[in-house]
T-cell receptor, first 112, second 115 residues
Framework: GQQVMQIPQYQHVQEGEDFTTYCNSS?????IQWYKQRPGGHPVFLIQ?????EVKKQKRLTFQFGEAKKNSSLHITATQTTDVGTYFC????????????FGRGTSLIVHP | DTGVSQDPRHKITKRGQNVTFRCDPI?????LYWYRQTLGQGPEFLTY????????KSRLLSDRFSAERPKGSFSTLEIQRTEQGDSAMYLC?????????????FGPGTRLTVT
């Protein structure tokens, strides 16, 4: 079945350093979403990418969707302690189920 | 607060018992989803409703799991004859039909512990 792989599983950074998490699918995706889950909280939607090669920015966060629509990345510039949490990608397979498949997530730990 | 609500927030039960969880989606959302999440994993899809119709179920969902959304508003998820492997966070999410972003709004979850 379709798998969405996400790396790394954990990332420790010093406050102010950059952070990137990568998401890879075994099959072409129609779109990909990113969610953030704070410790003890629930996933909160960040963004959806649909077009091949699409890049979107939200303040210090930059989201990219690969040209082949099989991979995506989230980059955070100059991390802050408020960025702590687990970042999940969720991809919808082209021509397949409406339901997105979530990756395992990358837990970001920011040291002050 | 007009977000997604779930009840109870925590449930401890003994193996073999039945449990039922409730989800109240955002009122104008006609799509409702159930997920299960264990430590270190992403949300795992269980089932999906559009209004009162259950349109999709995960192949991983055993016969012990059943979900309903009788009037297209709130939904219940029942687990019969619980097993220790059912211990997890059960998340409900909702979305409107015509959502350009495909955003799902998650509730706070029900944490199930089977002893």
């Amino acid at each position: 079945g379709q798998q969405v792989m996400q790396i790394p599983q954990y990332q420790h950074v010093q406050e102010g350093e950059d952070f990137t998490t990568y998401c890879n699918s075994s099959t072409t995706l129609s779109n990909i979403q990113w969610y953030k889950q704070r410790p003890g909280g629930h996933p909160v939607f960040l963004i959806q990418l649909v077009k091949s090669g699409e890049v979107k920015k939200q303040k210090r966060l930059t989201f990219q969707f690969g040209e082949a629509k099989k991979n995506s990345s989230l980059h955070i510039t100059a991390t802050q302690t408020t960025d702590v949490g687990t970042y999940f990608c969720a991809g919808r397979i082209s021509g397949g189920s409406y339901i997105p498949t979530f990756g395992r997530g990358t837990s970001l730990i920011v040291h002050p | 607060d007009t977000g997604v609500s779930q009840d109870p927030r925590h449930k401890i039960t003994k193996r073999g018992q039945n449990v039922t969880f409730r989800c109240d989606p955002i009122s104008e959302h006609n799509r409702l989803y159930w997920y299960r999440q264990t430590l270190g994993q992403g949300p795992e899809f269980l089932t999906y409703f559009q209004n009162e119709a259950q349109l999709e179920k995960s192949r991983l969902l055993s016969d012990r799991f059943s979900a309903e959304r009788p009037k297209g508003s709130f939904s219940t998820l029942e687990i019969q004859r619980t097993e220790q492997g059912d211990s997890a966070m059960y998340l409900c999410a909702s979305s409107p039909t015509a959502s350009g972003t495909g955003e799902q709004y998650f509730g706070p979850g029900t944490r199930l512990t089977v002893t």
